[in-house]
């Protein structure tokens, strides 16, 4: 938009049609200049239309900002442009030239407000206006108290989407698949996920939960569909059909260190080598993936799946240097000291947190979830123990007893506090273990280890009942007095939770780490209290899902990016 003054004042472009962008438009157009007021929105009036009263006197937002939004319609000297961004500013001859881009209303001026499409309209997108704390159709007035009101059919982001932690446009790539656009699909989701092939059988796909589709009979298979397309390129890949893509060049001096390999880490070292840098990821263990290699079964998640997706990472130009712990040898320090210009800390949640009961320490068989996993997906099948229980009701609990079946144990059973409600594992994941034959006592928990010998023989436990709720919105289990019983066990499995394994950082690291021993942040930029580090996963959140690793890895490259171009 180029536009000559037709005032004396000359024109003046206002962004922003808040209470604060119209006063100013008012006293511009009184002061005789040409006011364009420019907002993102189909209507002005910002925030203050969206109040109920106003300070200091309390009075009705209502009766204030209708007199407001009268006057800037009625004014000669003021245009309003809405549904609009400012694109570009440009200087020409001592003035400005304005490049603005207006979206259509998508409704025609026949529209005589009857409101019946609103009434039959079947999207239903989340209401901005509203803060987001409920639904709105597609079609609507923003609100009414706003100018213009008019109806507008506003381009909304599809609930699945906004449910989704990294925000994959799912739309448009099962629009894609629908068309027989394999390629192109997957080309869609590895814009937000660099792991689409894992995510495809471990992601907890919170997308279908929110599938509007649900209503009607069955949400979309959105996370299959994901897998389908991913699986169909690595088969191809496999014939010689499809090559990788080739890598970006490098363009950027700055190198950046990773370190863990897991899906954070890989999601850091793939956003930044897309973007011209040279990462290198430091991983203490033999193997790529972090918890996705050791902490989840290779029947839930294959090894050569894994494989294959690091294998796509490192053919961008991403160095995974395995095996190569940090620590005393090679600190934090040292890297930056070895020319890295940012750090970013990805080391996930590997450290099983204790029972706090009696005997956990003083006997064989009393063996932490992510140990005994670990040793099985690095190659230990040996038979653990005949009757095997399982403390906790999480996946990792899941996946820890389901293991045990899988090496020949008798006997597996999982002992949980709450009950089938309250259990924070997948749903799916729960029914698979029943149909296993593995045994679920709910509202029962340990109170001593047993033992003779030096080896484990059993577990005195206690039955619960659920009183209030807690800070975790599920109600607390309470013991039940006399109620105490014995299990026979000659393997303990606790399966509680998880932390940081902090052991790595050398005296004096100058980080700030919470009472959980993660690292704490600003949740916004995953910078750290040190300039150049970064962190992000489990690492900050506690132990949490894949695509939120892979969502924090995201917002952390982006911060890096930023960071190294100041």
């Known amino acids: 938009m180029t536009e000559k003054s037709k005032n004396e004042g000359g024109n003046v472009l206002i962004v922003g049609g808040g209470i604060a962008g119209i006063e100013a438009a008012l006293d511009l157009a009184q002061a005789g200049f040409q006011v364009f007021l420019l907002d993102k929105s189909p209507a002005v009036g910002g925030t203050m239309a969206q109040l109920d009263r106003v300070f200091p006197n309390q009075g009705p937002a209502l009766c204030q900002i209708s007199a407001k939004l009268d006057a800037i319609s009625r004014h000669p000297n003021i245009r309003i442009i809405t549904n609009a961004n400012l694109e570009r500013v440009k200087r020409v001859n001592g003035g400005f030239e304005i490049t603005v881009r207006k979206e259509p209303l998508r409704v025609n001026e026949k529209c005589d407000g009857c409101a019946a499409c609103v009434a039959v309209c079947p999207i239903k997108p989340y209401d901005t206006y509203n803060e987001g704390l409920m639904l709105r159709t597609a079609i609507d007035i923003q609100n009414s108290r706003y100018y213009p009101a008019l109806y507008n059919i506003e381009k909304e982001t599809p609930i699945c989407q906004e449910t989704c932690p990294v925000h994959i446009d799912i739309r448009r790539y099962v629009g894609l698949i629908a068309e027989g656009r394999f390629d192109q699909a997957l080309a869609v989701i590895r814009e937000r996920n660099p792991l689409p092939a894992i995510c495809g059988r471990v992601c907890n796909h919170p997308c279908e939960s929110a599938c509007n589709r649900g209503a009607q ?157 670990r040793r099985v997906n690095l190659g230990d099948t040996t038979k653990p123990g005949r009757k095997v229980v399982v403390i906790g009701g999480g996946n990792s609990a899941i996946d820890s ?151 924090a890895g995201h917002r952390a490259a982006d911060s890096i990016d930023k960071f190294l171009k100041d």
């Open 401 to 551: 007893a389901r293991t045990a079946l899988r090496l020949g144990c008798e006997e597996v059973s999982i002992l949980y506090r709450r009950s089938r409600r309250e259990m924070p594992a997948n749903p799916w994941e729960i029914e698979e273990a029943e149909r296993e034959g593995v045994k679920i006592h709910y509202l029962a928990a340990p109170v001593k280890i047993l033992g003779q010998n030096g080896k484990v023989t059993g577990m005195l436990c206690t039955k619960m009942v659920l009183g209030k709720l807690d800070a975790s919105g599920r109600r607390t289990p309470i013991p039940i007095e006399g109620s105490e019983f014995e299990v026979e066990a000659d393997l303990i499995i606790p399966a509680i939770s998880q932390e940081p394994d902090i052991s790595f950082l050398h005296e004096g690291h100058g980080l700030e780490i919470s009472k959980w021993n993660s690292f704490i942040i600003d949740e916004r930029t995953m910078a750290t209290n040190r300039p150049g580090i970064f962190a992000g996963g489990d690492a900050v959140t506690g132990p949490s899902t894949v695509i939120e690793a892979i969502a």
């Open 217 to 373: 009979d069955e949400p979309i298979a959105i996370d299959a569909l994901k897998r389908f397309v991913a699986d169909y390129e690595l088969k191809l890949r496999k014939e010689g059909k499809v090559p990788y893509s080739k890598a970006p060049r490098k363009t950027k001096k700055a190198r950046v260190a990773i370190v863990g390999a897991g899906p954070a880490g890989l999601t850091v070292g793939y956003d930044l080598a897309l973007r011209g840098y040279e990462a290198t990821i430091f991983e203490a263990a033999p193997v790529p993936g972090g918890m996705l290699y050791l902490g989840i079964p290779e029947y839930r998640l294959p090894r050569d799946i894994i494989e294959a997706e690091v294998d796509y990472i490192k053919n961008l130009g991403v160095e995974i240097r395995l095996s190569t712990p940090i620590g005393p040898d090679l600190t934090i320090d040292d890297l930056f000291k070895q020319g890295h210009k940012a750090v970013f800390i990805g080391i996930g949640a590997h450290r099983g947190l204790k029972l706090k009961v009696p005997g956990e320490d003083d006997f064989e068989g009393f063996l932490d979830c992510i140990v005994f996993l």
